[in-house]
């Protein structure tokens, strides 16, 4: 019995050091294809229809902070290349004199609604995200808010369901959804959205060592190409007929696992997730 | 919604089902065998590797072991699975449905093998040595008198395994093989309604329903010699 745990336990060790010793051996960094954008979204932040004095306080924090702290924020999860706002972004909403923002300030509290997922929104400790890109630039957007109006708005994240989101906002369950909302006419009709702070573009991704071989639509034509099942990767894929064959994957993170194993040539995925998969690479 | 396009993608992606559960079934029956033989075997490295395949396959999830099987030529061999195609002349999707084949074929084989291995180790050590005795050698014993034996005690429990391996094939999908379930999936996504799912559930019921019959028929006909 002795024996046998020994050789058990001797077998474990030694698969658990193969794979381990093999995985680091590769480290073909992937890269963006430079150029090649298939389609692009902005993100935007929303807030109820009508409360447009808070999101013209917030369009002003964006643009005044765009210069220094985003780029920080946005550096730290790869993204500075998708950043949409500049510091001299004009601010449509600068007219606005509704009460949103002054009721904000006497209630000292703002409920931001998310989702949790990398690189927006994530490592949720006690219902409280801890990291993201989102979280950390609503967090600063506040701080530069309280110290321009000396106000005391203490920011409050609340988990929500994405389906429910206009209608948490409509009921005042939260005040703001910021979690890469991507800004649509449907969504500008019923909601009041921010300046686009954030590009999410559809963008191919290939090794580096390819990196001169696929430059192109065209030059992909005899590449194996992949996307995560439904997204709108595929969607482009299809619609531009790109590569000579397609193989759809269960999500985003696991397509560009296959191209980093060499299962797939290229890849067509969001922006912000490439560039954050990208970033995480030693 | 349209009934005739549900249909035939449903069909589609059955195709594929019944396609994964031949291939594993043909292949994965000699295989436990094979294994199960080597469970038995006298000689030590054998039976080792043998109990260690068993217990290894037994005690990790098949899903897991069908996304291993599509990174092994990567991650042991250093050869990206695109390489392999442009060199075989295969599409990708064959090769990675063939990856998953392999995975259920060894994953099955495994469950088999124990299956067969109950039923050889259940016949009586009298037979063999009225065998023996009757002049017969090792493979004349195991094909004339073992065999049929073998076959006839571990069908009840295989019919269990090959009832579960037509569900099962629905983790095919990691290796992005379109399968029944997968199918099904697009469908709801396509028309956002989850009728396609209920579709799908009544394909496997009817595929199972006919296994069933089959096995029960198998089993009366086997059911002239009672101990």
């Known amino acids: 019995m002795k024996k046998l745990i020994t050789l058990m336990l001797t077998f474990v060790l030694a698969v658990t050091a193969c794979i381990s010793l093999a995985a680091c051996g590769n480290t073909n960094k992937p890269v963006v294809v430079d150029g090649l954008v298939l389609a692009e979204e902005q993100y935007g932040i929303a807030a109820k229809k009508g409360n447009d004095a808070l999101v013209s306080k917030i369009n002003e924090a964006l643009i005044s902070i765009a210069d220094d702290e985003m780029q920080t924020i946005a550096n730290k999860y790869g993204l500075t290349s998708e950043i949409a706002v500049k510091n001299d972004t004009v601010n449509p909403l600068a007219a606005a004199s509704d009460d949103s923002w002054t009721n904000l300030v006497s209630r000292n509290k703002v409920v931001i609604g998310y989702t949790v997922f990398a690189p927006i929104a994530y490592e949720v400790v006690e219902d409280v995200p801890t990291k993201g890109y989102d979280i950390e630039l609503a967090k600063a957007v506040f701080e530069y808010l309280n110290e321009t109006y000396s106000s005391n708005i203490v920011v409050e994240f609340l988990e929500i369901d994405w389906n429910a989101k206009e209608t948490m906002l409509e009921g005042g369950s939260i005040d703001l959804v910021w979690n890469g909302l991507t800004i649509t006419q449907e969504r500008i009709d019923n909601m009041c959205i921010s300046v686009p702070y954030l590009y999410n573009k559809q963008v191919a991704v290939v090794l580096n060592q390819n990196a001169n071989k696929y430059k192109t639509i065209e030059s992909m034509k005899d590449a194996i190409v992949g996307a995560e099942d439904g997204s709108a990767g595929e969607e482009q894929i299809q619609s531009k007929n790109i590569g000579k064959e397609y193989v759809a994957c269960d999500s985003q993170l696991q397509a560009y696992q296959q191209l980093k194993t060499k299962t797939l040539d290229v890849i067509v995925i969001d922006s912000v997730m490439a560039n954050y998969y990208i970033s995480m690479e030693k | ?227």
Request: hydrophobic share 55%; net charge positive.
């Open chain 2, 1 to 227: 919604m349209d009934f005739i396009i549900i249909l035939q993608n449903l069909l589609n992606g059955f195709g594929n089902t019944v396609l994964l559960f031949a291939i594993t079934l043909i292949a994965a029956l000699p295989l436990g065998l094979l294994i199960a033989f080597g469970s038995m075997s006298k000689f030590i490295p054998i039976k080792a590797f043998c109990r260690g395949l068993v217990w290894v396959i037994r005690g990790t999830p098949l899903l897991l072991q069908v996304l291993l099987v599509t990174l092994v030529p990567f991650y042991v061999f250093n050869i990206g699975n695109t390489e392999i195609i442009s060199f075989l002349g295969i599409k990708m999707k064959t090769l990675l449905f063939s990856y998953a084949c392999l995975a259920f074929i060894i994953n099955y084989g495994c469950y088999f093998s124990e299956i067969i291995r109950g039923a050889i180790e259940s016949v009586p050590k009298g037979q063999f040595e009225a065998g023996k005795v009757l002049g017969m050698t090792k493979g004349q014993i195991f094909r004339k008198v073992i065999l049929f034996q073998v076959i006839k005690k571990s069908l009840a429990p295989a019919s269990n395994e090959i009832i579960t391996l037509v569900k099962d094939t629905a983790l095919a999908s990691i290796a992005g093989v379109i399968e029944l379930y997968t199918s099904a999936e697009h469908l709801v996504n396509q028309f956002i309604v989850l009728t396609p799912l209920l579709y799908a559930a009544i394909f496997y019921l009817i595929f199972n329903g006919v296994l069933t019959l089959l096995f029960a028929y198998l089993e009366k006909k086997m059911s002239f010699y009672k101990e």
